[in-house]
């Protein structure tokens, strides 16, 4: 009897092999297509709604633009040295002064009414010197009566006073007369002593009486020059040449010392003073340029001065017309100025626009070649002026950006540009 034969079954069939060569096929078609797929999201936009700049190279002038106000080269703020109520207004504002000009009249009756009260002081003082120095003459004639009295009177008692001596030596006259006579001799030698000494001491007392009221009468004319010179300043008068171009007065009112009243402007030139935020004070210099357009002609200005308060995160410069100054300018007028702030260098620059609010300059939407789509690109800024911002980094010239505002862009990585 035969015995079976066992039949071994394919374990690849063609149509094994097939279907495992579709499923391959069909799953490399799927990675392929995935792996050949950009990472990210794309939104359409409509390029005509876009503002696209080409990168460049060229000179960059870091610069920031300040509002100037025009003032003239010299101002001279007048004040009222003495307080007083306004009478009289001689000129009004536009008209041009000369020095000495009378502007305006106060009065001061307190002012006055001291300067009478020291002028009547004054003539008190005055007769009562001429009254010492009338004493004073007349008791030195006294004194001299009085000695020319004494000394005669000495003179003819020194004769008895001999005469008795020699008596006296000859036993002709008594010892009682002629102690008498010696005693009348010596009392009239301490008379004129003791007027001599008298007078002098009242001389002395009126001399020094006369010297204290010669510096009274000093002092009081001192202050009367300084009163006079008070009344003198009542009347405010133009110190300069110029344009009064300010009046801050009217009839009856009262204008307290060191209160202002008006300005006068010397009419020579201009010069521009610019208030400049306060970040930027640190890179602001003596000599730092900028520039101003008038009527269609560019004039250069030189910082000259500056200074240091801040008010309100601000700060003031003055500003100076190095060449020639545009005809017509008027107190007060506003220019805008260009204000360098570095050298004129090379480099590659990207126009400003709204990107920046939305990227803070880290990050760009970049064309590619042919010009239908738009990717993040990564950047780094530096430097900027009001047309263009410096780049270092992510760029290169004839690179095109999208540099209008990204608001609606959202977080999409690609732009497709339709």
């Known amino acids: 009897m035969g015995m079976d034969r066992i039949i071994k079954k394919k374990r690849w069939t063609l149509k094994k092999i097939t279907l495992i060569l579709v499923s391959v096929a069909f799953l490399a078609a799927v990675i392929y297509g995935f792996l050949s797929q950009e990472k990210g999201t794309a939104l359409n936009v409509d390029l005509e709604k876009l503002t696209i700049a080409t990168v460049e190279k060229g000179p960059f002038q870091e610069y920031i633009p300040v509002n100037g106000n025009v003032l003239p080269l010299q101002e001279f703020f007048l004040v009222a040295n003495e307080g007083g109520k306004v009478e009289q207004i001689f000129i009004r ?4 002064v000369e020095p000495g000009d009378q502007i305006m009249k106060l009065s001061n009756a307190d002012l006055q009414l001291e ?9 008190d003082e005055q007769n009562r010197l001429r009254t010492l120095k009338l004493e004073l003459e007349q008791s030195r004639l006294q004194l001299k009566g009085e000695l020319m009295a004494l000394e005669h009177e000495i003179l003819m008692q020194k004769r008895t006073f001999l005469r008795n001596q020699d008596l006296f030596n000859e036993k002709l ?3 009682q007369d002629y102690e008498n006579s010696h005693d009348q001799y010596e009392y009239l030698l301490r008379r004129k002593d003791i007027t001599v000494q008298t ?13 204290k009221l010669n510096a009274s009468i000093i002092q009081t004319e001192s202050h009367m020059r300084i009163l006079q010179s008070k009344m003198d300043d009542l009347i405010i008068r133009a110190p300069i040449s110029g344009q009064l171009t300010s009046l801050n007065a009217e009839i009856g009112q009262f204008k307290a010392p060191g209160q202002s009243i008006g300005q006068i402007d010397v009419l020579d030139g201009f010069r521009v003073q610019a208030e400049i935020d306060e970040y930027y004070l640190p890179r ?7 520039e101003v357009e008038v009527s269609g002609q560019t004039f250069t200005l030189e910082t000259r001065i500056i200074y240091p308060e801040v008010i309100d995160s601000r700060f003031k410069t003055d500003m100076y017309f190095t060449g020639e100054t545009p005809a017509g300018l008027k107190r007060g007028q506003t220019l805008k100025i260009r204000l360098q702030l570095g050298d004129l260098t090379e480099a590659v620059l990207l126009a400003r626009g709204g990107f920046y609010q939305h990227t803070g300059g880290n990050w760009v939407y970049m064309l590619d070649e042919g010009g239908t789509v738009a990717k993040k690109r990564s950047i780094k800024l530096n430097r900027y002026n009001p047309r263009f911002y410096e780049v270092i980094d992510g760029l290169k010239p004839g690179d095109q950006v999208i540099v209008s505002s990204y608001d609606h862009f959202g977080d ?5 540009l339709k």
Do not use: V
């Not at 504002?93 to 041009?96: H, M, S």
């Not at 300067?115 to 003539?123: A, D, G, I, P």
């Open 412 to 416: 999409h990585d690609r732009l497709i």
């Open 199 to 211: 007078h002098e001491q009242t001389l002395a007392l009126s001399q020094a009486e006369i010297e």
């Open 284 to 290: 602001i210099d003596r000599g730092q340029i900028g």
């Open 115 to 123: 300067y009478l009260s020291r002028e009547t002081q004054l003539l």
């Open 93 to 96: 504002e536009g008209t041009l």
């Open 173 to 175: 006259l008594s010892t």
